[in-house]
């Protein structure tokens, strides 16, 4: 099994910025994507960005110019740089595991992950 545990959520006011956290342990892959959901309120859950085991990223057109996902394969941690946040980016924010044989091909459904975290709340005020 893999434990995800995300971390670096909290109240940011509008155009502040946040990093969030995602550690990985337990059994571990070698070749693996990664990815950030979020779910707003009321609403359903939702693609952010994710990353290759070859570094390909990929984004959600709403968080382009504002979030970098980046990953530290040696600490097994995944990131989400957050800048220029907006009320409409307040959601509980989820990273995601799947396994992957491909360097480059990378998905944005939510099925298609196989490991979560907990996930952590942005609140971002007006």
């Known amino acids: 099994q893999v434990q995800l545990v995300e971390s670096g959520g909290g109240l940011v006011q509008a155009g502040g910025s946040l990093r969030l956290s995602c550690a990985a342990s337990?059994?571990?892959?070698?070749?693996?994507?990664m990815a950030w959901f979020r779910q707003p309120p009321g609403k359903e859950r939702e693609f952010v960005a994710t990353?290759?085991?070859?570094?390909?990223?990929y984004y959600t057109e709403s968080v382009k110019d504002r979030f970098a996902i980046s990953r530290d394969n040696a600490k097994k941690i995944l990131y989400l740089q957050m800048i220029t946040l907006k009320p409409e980016d307040t959601a509980v924010y989820y990273c995601?595991?799947?396994?992957?044989?491909?360097?480059?091909?990378?998905?944005?459904?939510?099925?298609?992950?196989?490991?979560w975290g907990q996930g952590t709340q942005v609140t971002v005020s007006s």
């Open positions: 990353i290759t085991w070859g570094g390909r990223t």
């Open positions: 337990g059994r571990t892959f070698s070749m693996y994507n």
């Open positions: 995601a595991l799947k396994q992957s044989l491909s360097s480059s091909y990378y998905t944005t459904l939510a099925r298609d992950y196989t490991y």
